[in-house]
Nanobody, 132 residues
Framework: QLQAYGGGLVQPGGSLRLSCAAPGGTLEYYNIAWYRQVPGKEREWVSCINRSDGRTYYRESAKGRFSISRDSAKKAVYLQITDLKPEDTAVYYC???????????????????????????WGRGTLVTVSS
């Protein structure tokens, strides 16, 4: 089961790098997605990286400040967040499946999305709090 790490309390404008790993395992055979959730709201997709070609996808609001990547050993996937804003405060989760490509859909307002229901397994998230 995947686990997310690296959250914490950050001032607005700061940066964080979140990590996703399967303890004792590899992420080489999975596409990996990051979501976030604020209490009382639905889990929101943020980014995904393909298993096959490493192509990355972001929701529109995440472009420019969020960056997803794999480490060379394929044992971890990272989500780098820069210029953090109070509205980024949430619990961040990573999840995975074995499809080659991220199951990205185009929303009616022409944004990318991956419904949370596309993934079956959710591990422990990591809390990011952006506050001065």
């Amino acid at each position: 089961q995947l686990q997310a790490y690296g959250g914490g309390l950050v001032q607005p404008g700061g940066s964080l790098r979140l990590s996703c790993a399967a303890p004792g395992g590899t992420l080489e055979y999975y596409n990996i997605a990051w979501y976030r959730q604020v209490p009382g709201k639905e889990r929101e997709w943020v980014s995904c990286i393909n298993r096959s070609d490493g192509r990355t996808y972001y929701r529109e609001s995440a472009k420019g400040r969020f960056s997803i990547s794999r480490d060379s050993a394929k044992k971890a996937v990272y989500l780098q967040i820069t210029d953090l804003k109070p509205e980024d405060t949430a619990v961040y989760y990573c999840t995975a499946d074995k499809r080659e490509l991220c199951a990205v859909v185009i929303t009616p307002d022409l944004d990318f999305d991956i419904p949370a229901g596309e993934y079956d397994s959710w591990g422990r998230g990591t809390l990011v709090t952006v506050s001065s």
